[in-house]
């Protein structure tokens, strides 16, 4: 099911979990970079409002529909097989190949002992993987994360992880992607956390009902703002739009 499709102005790409690898290892094999949004509502509401982050999503080379809300949205615009491509299980679909072909493997983001911490935990999980470069996300200045940027890139990665948060690492990466030359890049938001051991994915049921928002919203009580502050517009702005041509 490899499309296409406009939601609320952004493209989203409809493929499955293979299909998005065999992008990646297209990309790697032409050695040209590939930046991968993993779109979820909040993020199509912050490009709204932040035109230079709705740029950024419009121009990346992949964007998968992570969000349980943007597949919502898009099986209401005609879409009815479309189904969630978490980036996390795509990240570690990557790293999983990165391991078995000897790909160099980037890392940017994240608070330090989270970093070292999800760094040892993905080494002994994949233990071939070349983890040729690290740094946590907390830069104290633009020239500082300049420097991280550019000593990044001298590490020629293949694959660079990038866990700043939305919309930082989307920036993140648009702003510096020049320095680099055949790299896949995945803005991660919180899957360090994940990997570090500091915070556990949602329990199957959730996952497997689409639920996993509503898992995070509950154990991360700060993230209700944010969702309530951004949902009921997105649902809005959905039923509102006109359908895409299926
Ligand atoms: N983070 C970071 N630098 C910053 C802000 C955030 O490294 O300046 C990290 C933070 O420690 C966390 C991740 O970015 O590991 C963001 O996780 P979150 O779950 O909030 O991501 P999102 O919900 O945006 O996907």
Redesign the pocket.
């Known amino acids: 099911m490899s499309q296409t499709v406009r939601l609320l102005s952004y493209p989203v790409h409809l493929v499955s979990h293979d299909e998005a690898l065999q992008r990646i290892t297209q990309s790697l094999a032409a050695k040209t970079n590939l930046h991968i949004v993993t779109l979820n509502p909040e993020m199509l509401m912050q490009g709204d409002a932040d035109p230079e982050l709705g740029a950024i999503l419009r121009s990346a080379g992949l964007v998968i529909p992570d969000g349980a809300g943007v597949v919502w949205a898009l099986r209401r615009q005609g879409y009815p097989d479309v189904k969630r491509l978490p980036g996390i299980e795509l990240s570690e679909a990557v790293l999983l190949h990165a391991d078995s072909c000897q790909l160099r493997v980037a890392i940017v983001?994240?608070?330090p002992e989270?970093l070292e911490q999800a760094c040892l935990n993905l080494k002994a999980r994949y233990p071939r993987l070349q983890i040729v470069f690290q740094h946590?996300?907390?830069m104290t200045s633009s020239r500082d994360e300049q420097a991280v940027a550019k000593e990044c890139a001298d590490h020629r990665p293949d694959v660079l992880l990038v866990?700043?948060?939305?919309p930082?690492?989307e920036k993140w990466i648009h702003q510096y992607e020049h320095l680099f030359q055949g790299t896949v890049f995945i803005g991660v938001?919180?899957s360090?956390?994940i990997w570090s051991g500091l915070k556990q994915r949602a329990p199957a049921f959730f996952l497997k009902t689409n639920l996993e928002w509503l898992y995070r919203i509950t154990s991360e009580p700060w993230r209700i703002k944010r969702t309530y502050r951004t949902l009921p517009l997105f649902v809005v702005k959905v039923c509102l739009s006109k359908p895409d041509q299926p």
């Open positions: 983001g994240a608070a989270v946590h996300g907390f866990a700043l948060g939305v930082k690492q938001g919180g360090l956390d």
